[in-house]
């Protein structure tokens, strides 16, 4: 199925700045909460990979970056750090970091893999959740709905996760909904000479899955279920 950060892209400028948000006079910075600087960096570079702002094969550096933000290149570049842990960026000496690129095999094989986890563990929980729990999961459902309106991926990548974590938290394995959530993630960045997924109808399409997909847990549909997982995660691909 198909984050970001809603919540702290919407204080940096949409100008010259790398995520979506309000647009400020020439020469304003944007907004930082001191509090938790890098915290908020890094969120906001995770919304500009899924925007694709920031561009495949394309080098960045902290100063620069920073600049833009109105931060010191510190907060940043541990920004950075964290990202080439995740496989997002690479080090380039002396210059800063680029984005990596990825095709479509790698974004396939990252399907596979979330199928091979993913889909085991919803056919377990579909057939022991009491319909009640999944009844729960309405409203992070009808989140996704919402943010595929909008037509911006960062927003619904962000609500697309949250739905999939809550889903699989039901399992009680918190190291699978770790590593389940990692794999989405990466899942979410944008192919290199592609445009950024989705469109907005692709994204609506997915939403509408999630609702189905809710709908036939609660029925204790079991063959529905596992129909609308496989045919989720080849959507994926």
């Given at each position: 199925?198909?984050?970001?950060?809603?919540?702290?892209?919407?204080?940096?400028?949409?100008?010259e700045?790398?995520?979506?948000?309000?647009?400020?006079?020439?020469?304003?910075?944007?907004?930082?909460?001191r509090?938790?600087?890098?915290?908020?960096?890094?969120?906001?570079?995770?919304?500009?990979?899924?925007?694709?702002?920031?561009?495949?094969?394309?080098?960045?550096?902290?100063?620069?970056?920073?600049?833009?933000?109105?931060?010191?290149?510190?907060?940043?570049?541990?920004?950075?750090?964290?990202?080439?842990?995740?496989?997002?960026?690479e080090?380039?000496?002396n210059?800063?970091?680029?984005?990596?690129?990825?095709?479509?095999?790698?974004?396939?094989?990252?399907a596979?893999?979330?199928?091979?986890?993913?889909?085991?563990?919803?056919?377990?929980?579909?057939?022991?959740?009491?319909?009640?729990?999944?009844?729960?999961?309405?409203?992070?459902?009808?989140d996704?709905?919402?943010a595929?309106?909008?037509?911006?991926?960062?927003?619904?990548?962000?609500?697309?996760?949250?739905?999939?974590?809550?889903?699989?938290?039901?399992?009680?394995?918190?190291e699978?909904?770790?590593i389940?959530?990692?794999?989405?993630?990466?899942?979410?960045?944008?192919?290199?000479?592609?445009?950024?997924?989705?469109?907005?109808?692709?994204?609506?399409?997915?939403?509408?899955?999630h609702?189905?997909?809710?709908?036939?847990?609660?029925?204790?549909?079991?063959?529905?279920?596992?129909?609308?997982?496989?045919?989720?995660?080849?959507?994926?691909?």
């Amino acid at each position: 199925m198909r984050q970001g950060a809603q919540g702290s892209a919407a204080a940096y400028t949409h100008g010259e700045g790398l995520v979506p948000g309000p647009r400020r006079p020439a020469g304003e910075r944007p907004v930082i909460q001191r509090s938790s600087v890098r915290g908020q960096i890094l969120e906001a570079l995770r919304t500009a990979l899924v925007t694709g702002e920031l561009r495949p094969g394309e080098v960045y550096s902290a100063p620069v970056l920073g600049d833009r933000f109105g931060v010191s290149a510190t907060p940043v570049r541990e920004a950075m750090q964290q990202l080439a842990l995740e496989g997002a960026v690479e080090v380039v000496p002396n210059r800063g970091f680029r984005v990596v690129e990825r095709g479509a095999r790698e974004l396939a094989e990252l399907a596979e893999v979330r199928e091979l986890i993913e889909v085991p563990v919803m056919l377990r929980l579909a057939r022991t959740v009491p319909a009640a729990r999944w009844a729960e999961l309405r409203p992070l459902a009808q989140d996704t709905v919402r943010a595929a309106a909008s037509g911006c991926p960062a927003t619904y990548a962000e609500s697309d996760r949250a739905f999939h974590r809550a889903m699989l938290a039901l399992s009680g394995n918190e190291e699978l909904v770790r590593i389940a959530c990692e794999l989405h993630r990466r899942a979410q960045w944008p192919l290199v000479g592609a445009p950024v997924r989705h469109a907005r109808a692709d994204l609506v399409a997915d939403a509408a899955e999630h609702v189905s997909l809710l709908e036939a847990l609660v029925a204790r549909d079991l063959e529905v279920v596992r129909d609308l997982v496989a045919e989720h995660f080849a959507g994926a691909a």
